[in-house]
């Protein structure tokens, strides 16, 4: 009788065990998805991060071409065919990104880092327009850019001056270029 009791205990013993294997693999399995998506979260920012270095240099080279009103045609052209690439590019990895964040997370990173980002841009997309309709009328051109951008209602703008805890919320923002 005794042997039966040390069988049937080391039978359990064996269940027990099968059943911490399998909860660790599980817990393993958790933390294989958990790194995984940290490391898409962290190649996902970066490349939103190198877009918007993207930007900046297409809005520099643009800003050089308003110096002279001879440039119009390649400002118009820049702007439709590089820098709008670009900023809906940007939009996209900012859409990505706030797709891996936690909900709590997405407020703080659009405040903190896209509507910081974003909110020059858009102030020069509208100082683009105003350069282009100006140069048009001096010149009798009144062809116009056509393209718009849109600004998701959760984009926060931050205008000079405004700390980022005094953000303006915007419905729907779009310059039409």
Not at 12 to 19: A, D, S, T
Not at 73 to 82: A, F, G, P, Q, T
Not at 131 to 160: H, L, S
Request: proline fraction near 2%.
């Amino acid at each position: 009788m005794h042997c039966y009791l040390l069988e049937l205990q080391a039978n359990q013993n064996v269940r027990k065990m099968r059943r911490m294997k399998s909860l660790l693999r599980f817990r393993s399995l958790e933390e294989d998805i958990d790194t995984a998506h940290a490391e898409q979260l962290t190649q996902l920012k970066g490349s939103r991060s190198a877009k918007s270095g993207v930007l900046t240099r297409k809005k520099n080279e643009i800003t050089d071409l308003m110096k002279d009103a001879c440039n119009l045609e390649k400002v118009k052209s820049k702007m439709e065919n590089e820098f709008l690439k670009a900023y809906r590019d940007f939009n996209e990895l900012n859409n990505s990104v706030k797709s891996l964040l936690h909900k709590d997370d997405v407020k703080r990173d659009q405040c903190e880092w896209f509507a910081p980002k974003v909110a020059p841009l858009l102030i020069f997309q509208n100082n683009v327009s105003k350069w282009v309709d100006q140069i048009e009328k001096v010149t009798g051109n009144d062809a116009t850019m056509g393209t718009a951008i849109t600004v998701d209602d959760e984009v926060m703008m931050r205008p000079r001056g405004v700390k980022s805890t005094e953000m303006l919320y915007s419905s729907k923002s779009t310059i039409t270029l």
